[in-house]
Antibody, heavy 118, light 107 residues
Framework: EVQLLESGGGLVQPGGSLRLSCAAS????????MSWVRQAPGKGLEWVSV????????YYADSVKGRFTISRDTSKNTLYLQMNSLRADDTAVYYC???????????WGQGTLVTVSS | DIQMTQSPSTLSASVGDRVTITCRAS??????LAWYQQKPGRAPKLLIY???SLNSGVPSRFSGSGSGTEFTLTISSLQPDDFATYYC?????????FGPGTKLEIK
């Protein structure tokens, strides 16, 4: 069974940093591209970033480009999202996700809440 | 960036109804479109990928169609478990983008 367990969310001040982690299990982590998707309270889904299976390619939403960095550690079966220069509009539940079927998002974690507020 | 729109934004229907949700892309995305279902407080669930392929374990009352810029998700006979919000997503080109969602409510 595919399991994705996010951690690292919490309350942070505007301008601060936070690193999210996602522990993956139940599949061969190194074989799949992985993504982060977020959802602001009461709002729709927003695609944030994707990293290729090898880690060699990364892509970002315009809203986070230059501030967020996605990475992966295959030895630890863990996906990361380093978030810098956080703003109030980054407040959201952040979902870790596994890509399949040509980059559809086939599996989702339970999400971790990030709140940016003073 | 490719913009995704969905219609309607809210849909009221009854158990047993056939319903259709439309998703449009601002430019051609071939068949690189997925549909997700989300219930309050839960992570989304993949229903359809590549416009018309049913994900494993998804009931056959769900179907998807379309290509290019116009796509539809159809539920052939609504069940109580189907009342949720539905999102389309294009994964043809970066940045990938979601539609704004369609909330399916009980009439």
């Amino acid at each position: 069974e595919v399991q994705l367990l996010e951690s690292g969310g919490g309350l942070v001040q505007p301008g601060g940093s936070l690193r999210l982690s996602c522990a993956a299990s139940g599949f061969t982590f190194s074989s799949y591209a992985m993504s982060w998707v977020r959802q602001a309270p009461g709002k729709g889904l927003e695609w944030v970033s994707v990293i290729s299976s090898s880690g060699g390619s990364t892509y970002y939403a315009d809203s986070v480009k230059g501030r967020f960095t996605i990475s992966r550690d295959t030895s630890k079966n863990t996906l990361y999202l380093q978030m810098n220069s956080l703003r109030a509009d980054d407040t959201a539940v952040y979902y870790c996700a596994r890509n399949s079927f040509g980059d559809a998002i086939s599996d989702w974690g339970q999400g971790t809440l990030v709140t940016v507020s003073s | 960036d490719i913009q995704m729109t969905q219609s309607p934004s809210t849909l009221s229907a009854s158990v047993g109804d056939r319903v259709t949700i439309t998703c449009r892309a601002s430019q051609s995305i071939s068949s690189w479109l997925a549909w997700y279902q989300q219930k309050p407080g839960r992570a989304p669930k993949l229903l359809i990928y590549k416009a018309s392929s049913l994900n494993s374990g998804v009931p056959s009352r769900f179907s998807g169609s379309g290509s290019g810029t116009e796509f539809t998700l159809t539920i052939s006979s609504l069940q109580p478990d189907d009342f949720a919000t539905y999102y389309c997503q294009q994964y043809n080109s970066y940045p990938y983008t979601f539609g704004p969602g369609t909330k399916l409510e009980i009439k």
